[in-house]
């Protein structure tokens, strides 16, 4: 029989098949990688994991993503008045340590603030679940991105080790993020700052923190400072279909989207520049933005399009209402 086996398996391999492993054989892989590379003790692994629970809503919650959203049904969920009064809150209070982390990165203060807001509604709702058992189910259970997260549950071993965090009491998003800013692990130890000086990294607790690790984050993805986001623009024919891609990556320059009928009321752009065409579903229509560099940096920190334009967008109307405020106290 397991001769049989033997030869099945084989057979499928070569078939262009390929057998999954089972979540039991998988975590014994994982327990071997945690030991040999990274030089835990096997029974330390082996006790955590045994804390951590299956969870299916987990698992529901993964399938249906907001940003599988049309756009039309997607903004609305984030550009509210109620976001926007809590963010220019947010800004007043911490003012001088957002002007700080503005001058020290180049990332504008209202980048930030949408970040937070977009994220956590400004620390409010940060997350419900146990990150071990996120990391733990989409690892071992979730097998279209299963790689994926078990590399996140080796980055939070590594994360509770260095910041002496109870791993079995962090809580965080569906996905494992965790904080203010929503950080995934690997995330958290590459590129959170102790911004107040406290000698601690706290994205949990801490906005300072948040704030200065979210501006390290957009500075280590190339943020240029001084430079635009996003140009709302006009298609005409049908040429500029054919560069319409579902990839983030910017593979045009915009003298080719200007060949193909693309045309912007802004200042002209460099011919050379590097940017890309996006289409966003509305009920009726749908409109077009040419997004440069620094859009594609507000990709990094979330894979979606739709996720970056709210971003951009809530900024623009963040920066509206934080000017008119500073002008109105001039004023008076």
């Not at 057979?11 to 057998?19: A, D, V, Y």
């Amino acid at each position: 029989m397991q001769l049989f086996r033997s030869f099945l398996t084989l057979g499928l391999c070569l078939s262009g098949f390929s057998i999954q492993a089972s979540p039991v054989d998988l975590q014994k892989q994982f327990i071997d990688l945690m030991v040999n590379k990274h030089q835990f003790d096997r029974s330390v692994i082996e006790s955590t994991l045994a804390k951590a629970n299956k969870n299916e809503a987990i698992l529901k919650s993964i399938a249906k993503p907001w940003e599988a959203k049309p756009w039309h049904q997607y903004y609305p969920i984030f550009l509210t008045e109620k976001r926007l009064t809590k963010g220019l809150a947010f800004w007043q209070t911490h003012q001088q340590t957002l002007a700080r982390a503005e001058e020290e990165t180049g990332v504008p203060a209202e980048i930030i603030v949408a970040i937070i807001g977009v994220e956590t509604f400004y620390g409010t709702y940060t997350g419900k679940y146990s990150v071990l058992d996120a990391l733990v189910t989409l690892g071992f259970h979730y097998p279209p991105r299963a790689k994926f997260f078990r590399k996140e549950l080796a980055e939070l071993f590594l994360l509770a080790k260095e910041e002496n965090f109870d791993i079995t009491e962090l809580k965080g998003s569906y996905a494992g993020a965790m904080g203010w800013g929503q950080f995934i692990s690997s995330s958290y130890r590459h590129y959170a700052v102790d911004f107040d000086g406290d000698g601690v990294r706290d994205l949990l607790n801490n906005p300072a923190d948040a704030i200065g690790s979210v501006a390290n984050y957009f500075k280590k993805h190339h943020w240029k400072a001084n430079t635009d986001i996003a140009y709302k623009a006009q298609v005409s024919g049908s040429q500029y279909s054919e560069l319409l891609s579902k990839s983030l990556k910017y593979s045009h320059k915009w003298a080719q989207l200007e060949d193909a009928g693309v045309s912007i009321t802004e200042p002209n752009l460099s011919k050379d520049m590097s940017v890309k065409l996006f289409e966003f579903e509305q009920p009726n229509n749908k409109e077009y933005w040419i997004g440069l560099p620094n859009f594609y940096a507000i990709t990094r920190y979330n894979h979606s399009p739709l996720y970056a334009m709210a971003v951009f967008q809530f900024s623009q109307q963040l920066k509206q209402g934080f000017d008119s405020a500073t002008l109105a106290k001039v004023d008076n």
